[in-house]
């Protein structure tokens, strides 16, 4: 099953902390690039953050510093650990699994940050 599952989002003030998983259970987890994007109401997806299957990771310019990819093969779970959290990063945060050799590409149904005192 490729299909990913996001957990760990929810009501954190500005300033604070969170760390979103995404679990998935394809038998070679390992071959997968992974994507972390965003979505606030009224704007458009933004891509976050990527990891790729042989883990470099890239980062947008508004979390580059904050924000952290990270990707456990064994267990089969992504991450994504948000620190000094801003009310602008308030948004649905969707996990994303590809392969293109493979013709796989996989969204999770998201989950819920907001950022607010």
């Known amino acids: 099953q490729v299909q990913p599952v996001e957990s760990g989002g929810g009501l954190v003030q500005p300033g604070g902390s969170l760390r979103l998983s995404c679990a998935a259970s394809p038998r070679i987890f390992g071959i997968y690039h992974i994507d972390w994007s965003r979505q606030a109401p009224g704007n458009q997806s933004e891509l976050v953050a990527t990891i790729t299957n042989g883990g470099r990771t890239t980062y947008a310019d508004s979390v580059r510093g904050r924000f952290k990819i990270s990707r456990d093969d064994r267990k089969k779970m992504a991450y994504l650990q948000m620190n000094t959290l801003k009310p602008e990063d308030t948004a649905v945060y969707y996990c994303?699994?590809?392969?293109?050799?493979?013709?796989?590409?996989?969204w999770g149904k998201g989950t819920l940050v907001t950022v607010s005192s």
């Open positions: 994303r699994l590809y392969y293109p050799p493979y013709g796989v590409d996989s």
